[in-house]
């Protein structure tokens, strides 16, 4: 089973900025779907940003041209940077991911399932 471990969280000022990490254990497959999610209370999960093994990277309308999702594969880290924040931004964050054999370039996005999730890093931003 592979694990994810978020880290970075924190609270800063409307405009700031904050970077996620996401640690993940050992995997088999090389072919992957990672993304970034976020809750805020009394909210459904929403997804954030997606990234594939091919660098395809997704992003909801929200966050576009604001944060950047990237993948050190040496370091097998999933990173989020956040830049712009607002205090609509704040929520838990939560990385997931999926390992495939087999994944076609177009395939990954925030709709498709992930099978290993992350516990949560919190983000505050205040105004």
């Known amino acids: 089973q592979v694990h994810l471990v978020e880290s970075g969280g924190g609270s800063v000022q409307a405009g700031g900025s904050l970077t996620l990490s996401c640690a993940v254990s050992?995997?088999?497959?090389?072919?992957?779907?990672m993304g970034w999610f976020r809750q805020a209370p009394g909210k459904e999960r929403e997804g954030v940003a997606s990234?594939?093994?091919?660098?395809?990277?997704r992003y909801d309308d929200s966050v576009t041209g604001r944060f950047t999702i990237s993948y050190d594969n040496a370091k097998r880290t999933l990173n989020l940077r956040m830049n712009s924040l607002k205090p609509e931004d704040t929520a838990m964050y939560y990385c997931?991911?999926?390992?495939?054999?087999?994944?076609?370039?177009?395939?990954?996005?925030?709709?498709?399932?992930?099978?290993?999730w992350g516990q949560g890093t919190q983000v505050t931003v205040s105004s």
């Open positions: 997931a991911a999926a390992f495939y054999s087999i994944l076609v370039l177009g395939y990954c996005d925030l709709s498709r399932p992930f099978t290993s």
């Open positions: 050992t995997y088999t497959y090389s072919k992957y779907c």
């Open positions: 990234i594939d093994n091919y660098g395809s990277a």
